[in-house]
């Protein structure tokens, strides 16, 4: 095995040496906030990789801290030192991943997910028109509401934040061209993920609606896929370069004036496509030109002139910033400009917006308790606002907050921000 061994998919020495153990990070961090405990802090966390770096063995301890980080890089942006925690976190996962084999089963599960499943349309339509007969034969409805659940376990929680399945899919637009409305301005790819094919179909519509209104012609490429986030979290990085090399050959080559996500957790990663694939002569600088081009649908509607014609929406929102759009890619106030666009809207801002609500990829499967903890913590801070709907930028982020809205919350309605503006575009009349 270690024969086999990436080291530049190893946290790397400069990287540790960056920090200089102030723990200014600490009250960023949520698991730090629930726990209390150093070694579920940042600083904690590169001591630990420090540790490891020097030779110290991969213990079932280390394995735990770092599977307990949300990678939610709320410590990047808190950090005065410039630490990149999250290439460190990634490498570290990854670094175990190559190091430290799991139990069997866990690995043939972890295939399935990661190496079929994800990466496949065929599967996944399968997987959502079983999910869709579960959910609309009333099969859920009995199986939640009788507690049945609860005998399952893991298996049981996972059910109970399994993604609702939207009919038609989104998979039949894949391929196809959408004109701009009006004059056209722009010329853009839209990449639709993997999994919101399936379970936020609507979203994708209602992005491809805005971005029309707003004089693009959007094409979503036939030959992408799944961009390999989810891997990149779960320290699968040779599988997740296998993906980004697939989505870069789908896209370059289109003229395009900009590639488009309306998630957060796939933008963050795609838009560090130089970085995975920086060791691969035949793709480095393809990579570089796909990350130009990637930008996230609030990013890039926030640059141009935006499309005014939009009818009053009289209520009160609050956002909940993603973490791999306000710490992994910077955009903080991009969101909140659009929403101040829209007429009527009242916009009121939740005290710590940019903390973790706890969703983090599959965090929220992976690591339940905690991400349920984090969750009650965030709902406490959206209470505050009495808002009527909880906007953010992110479907991971959406499902989690619709579940804290549930459980912790008044029953509130969550939204992405593009659906806020196609409803106030819907809602336009001459
Ligand atoms: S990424 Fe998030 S959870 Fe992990 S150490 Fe940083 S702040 Fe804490
Ligand atoms: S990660 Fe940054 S903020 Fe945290 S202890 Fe290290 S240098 Fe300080």
Redesign the pocket.
């Known amino acids: 095995m270690a024969d086999s061994i990436v080291k530049f998919d190893q946290p790397q020495q400069s990287d540790l040496d960056?920090?200089?153990?102030?723990?200014?990070?600490?009250n960023?961090c949520p698991t730090y906030r629930e726990l209390g405990v150093e070694m579920d802090?940042?600083?904690g966390r590169?001591y630990q990789m420090n540790q490891v770096a020097s030779g110290a063995p991969i213990g079932p301890s280390y394995v735990e801290h770092i599977e307990l980080c949300l990678a939610c890089r709320g410590?990047?942006t808190?950090?005065?030192?410039?630490?990149q925690?999250g290439r460190l976190i990634e490498a570290a996962r990854a670094d175990i991943e190559q190091r430290k084999p799991r139990p069997l089963g866990t690995r043939l599960l972890r295939k399935f997910v990661f190496g079929h499943l994800l990466q496949s349309p065929g599967l996944l339509k399968t997987a959502g028109a079983f999910l869709y007969l579960y959910e609309a034969s009333g099969l859920q409805r009995i199986a939640r509401s009788s507690g049945l659940l609860r005998l399952f376990g893991k298996l049981g929680r996972l059910e109970s934040l399994s993604p609702p399945v939207e009919s038609p899919f989104f998979f039949s637009q894949i391929g196809r061209t959408f004109p701009a409305e009006g004059q056209q301005r722009y010329r853009v790819a839209f990449l639709a993920g993997c999994i919101a094919n399936i379970s936020f179909a609507r979203l994708n519509e209602a992005t491809v609606r805005v971005l029309q209104k707003n004089g693009c012609e959007v094409a979503i490429p036939a030959a992408q896929g799944c961009c390999g986030a989810l891997h990149v979290h779960s320290g699968l990085r040779e599988e997740a370069r296998g993906l980004a090399r697939r989505n870069i050959d789908a896209v370059l080559g289109g003229k395009f004036d900009a590639v488009i996500t309306n998630a957060a957790g796939c933008g963050s990663t795609l838009k560090e496509y130089d970085e995975l694939l920086e060791h691969d002569p035949a793709y480095a600088e393809k990579a570089r030109q796909f990350t130009a081009l990637m930008k996230d649908v609030n990013e890039f509607l926030a640059s141009l002139e935006l499309n005014p014609r939009m009818g009053e929406m009289p209520v009160t929102v609050t956002y909940q910033d993603s973490c791999h759009l306000a710490h992994g890619q910077k955009v903080r106030a991009q969101p909140r400009k659009l929403l101040r666009a829209v007429p009527g809207l009242t916009f009121r801002e939740m005290p710590m917006s940019d903390l973790c609500c706890g969703s983090a990829g599959i965090y929220n499967v992976v690591q339940n308790e905690m991400a349920m903890s984090i969750l009650k913590s965030k709902m406490n801070y959206v209470n505050m606002t009495s808002a009527d709907i909880i906007v953010t930028a992110n479907p991971g982020c959406m499902l989690q907050l619709q579940a804290g809205s549930r459980m912790y919350g008044q029953g509130r309605r969550v939204a992405h921000v593009v659906e806020i503006l196609d409803e106030a575009y819907r809602k336009y009349k001459e």
């Open positions: 960056r920090c200089v153990h102030c723990g200014l990070c600490l960023a802090s940042p600083r590169i410590c990047e808190a950090c005065p030192s410039g630490v925690y």
